[in-house]
């Protein structure tokens, strides 16, 4: 028996094609995703690319798309510029609710070849019906990374909840996790797209480019001088400090991609002050999930600002990450009766 995972971004999507013991035979990703439907204004683009991903990457292990039981689908394919819109589910949201919530559909007009897709759905803060712009600040959801924290609750090795996971992608996610394995909802900032942005499209990009062989280290001084650069000068003139750093003072190249880093997430950790207008819990442990450098940078300033005795995990090798996504989703098509409930690895 073999079946899919789908994960579909804003600009990326990949897929990985597992047997019935959960080894992953295959893997592929394309750039493609939902800005693709944002600028033409159709889905056709989305559709015959996900497609197209899914046909390469089985022909490569000589597979048909007729041998899977289903593609299980996470992330921003269920929003309005995805393949099918579905409505986020209300937090708290566990792994029940999850999946009494997924939508299969088979139906050439959502996805042009002939498989089953189970969606599952993002999650979205619970806030009165009547919120306006005034309490924009309770606002907030996710779709993909529910399915990333039901993943993360199936490792034997992980600290059991409650624990607020931050996850470190296009954005960062703060997700309060209660005692009961639900999730609480969530608070998302623009770090990783601020980044992006900065160095694709200002004039400060040169200025943090780092060349391959040059591996970035977490020098302390560094971070510690952005911090106190973003408290003492703010935020948006420290965006400018690599440029001098590179043109005034010959900084080396690392130092001043790892400043900006940790000048991004000095701003980025300021969300946590929001976490009791929100009746999150602010005092639990951690676990940081994202690349290398970035966990180190939040490991060190969430020390630095909560004591070194806070608990603090990580899961930051990119095989692991994958594997938090392909576990969820998993888990939650398991339990909604999409796959065998005996399957495991």
Request: charge should be negative; aromatic fraction near 4%.
């Amino acid at each position: 028996m073999y079946f899919a995972t789908m994960d579909s971004g804003t600009t990326n999507s990949r897929v990985h094609v597992l047997n019935e013991t959960l080894e992953v035979v295959a893997r592929g990703m394309r750039k493609v995703g939902v800005r693709d439907t944002a600028i033409s204004g159709s889905r056709r683009t989305l559709q015959d690319g996900l497609a197209e991903l899914l046909e390469v990457t089985l022909r490569d292990v000589g597979l048909r798309v007729d041998e899977l039981t289903c593609v299980v689908t996470s992330g921003m394919i269920t929003s309005e510029i995805g393949l099918m819109e579905i409505p986020h589910l209300t937090a708290p949201a566990g792994l029940a609710d999850l999946a009494a919530g997924v939508v299969a559909v088979r139906d050439a007009r959502v996805f042009p070849l002939d498989v089953q897709l189970v969606f599952i759905r993002g999650v979205k803060n619970a806030y009165p019906a009547a919120t306006t712009y005034r309490d924009i600040r309770r606002v907030d959801f996710m779709r993909g990374e529910e399915t990333q924290i039901m993943g993360l609750l199936r490792l034997a090795d992980m600290r059991k909840p409650p624990f607020t996971a931050v996850v470190l992608s296009s954005h960062t996610k703060y997700i309060p996790v209660t005692a009961d394995q639900r999730i609480a909802g969530s608070l998302t900032t623009l770090s990783g797209q601020v980044f992006e942005a900065v160095r694709h499209g200002t004039s400060i990009g040169k200025s943090v480019e780092v060349p391959d062989d040059l591996s970035a280290d977490l020098d302390l001084d560094v971070v510690e001088t952005a911090v106190d650069a973003v408290v003492q000068a703010g935020f948006l003139r420290v965006l400018l400090m690599p440029r001098f750093m590179e043109v005034l003072l010959a900084t080396p190249a690392p130092k001043r991609r790892l400043f900006l880093d940790a000048a991004i997430a000095a701003e980025d950790l300021q969300v946590l002050s929001e976490f009791p207008h929100l009746g999150f819990a602010a005092d639990e442990a951690f676990i940081l999930i994202g690349p290398r450098l970035r966990c180190e940078i939040f490991r060190h300033l969430l020390s630095r600002s909560r004591g070194t005795t806070h608990e603090i995990h990580e899961v930051s090798v990119p095989e692991q990450i994958d594997r938090l996504a392909i576990l969820g989703a998993v888990a939650i098509a398991q339990r909604a009766g999409c796959l065998p409930a005996a399957m495991a690895a």
